[in-house]
């Protein structure tokens, strides 16, 4: 039972940044957490997930080398830092966390049992 609020969405123009944060509270300990995006008329999409421990980390290719997902050091935020922000990264983002404690991540979405409300970014052109 975690239970995980994201915040740091808006509007940004094509080339700009913003960084995403995701609290958990509950008992998250040693879950990875992910990055997921809907955008309008497409299905949920992997982003980014992290281990618990911070130590690996995964990313969709269409965000490689522009985003990068990091853990705060008391591990209960992860952030997601979004450079060179391009239009078709417009989506509702949701954090999550695994289903069960692992040392190792995933980026299939079955494997996330909690679930963040999601917050907007749009970047306009």
């Known amino acids: 039972q975690v239970q995980l609020v994201e915040s740091g969405g808006g509007l940004v123009q094509a080339g700009g940044s913003l960084r995403l944060s995701c609290a958990a509270s509950g008992r998250s300990y040693n879950l990875f957490m992910g990055w997921f995006r809907q955008a309008p008329g497409k299905e949920r999409e992997f982003v980014a997930a992290?281990?618990?421990?911070?130590?690996?980390?995964d990313y969709a290719d269409s965000v490689k080398g522009r985003f990068t997902i990091s853990r705060e050091n008391d591990k209960n935020t992860v952030l997601l830092q979004m450079n060179s922000l391009k239009p078709e990264d417009t989506a509702v983002y949701y954090c999550?966390?695994?289903?069960?404690?692992?040392?190792?991540?995933?980026?299939?979405?079955?494997?996330?049992?909690?679930w963040g409300q999601g917050t907007q970014v749009t970047v306009s052109s």
């Open positions: 999550a966390a695994s289903r069960t404690p692992w040392y190792g991540l995933s980026s299939r979405e079955a494997d996330f049992g909690s």
């Open positions: 992290i281990s618990w421990s911070g130590g690996t980390t």
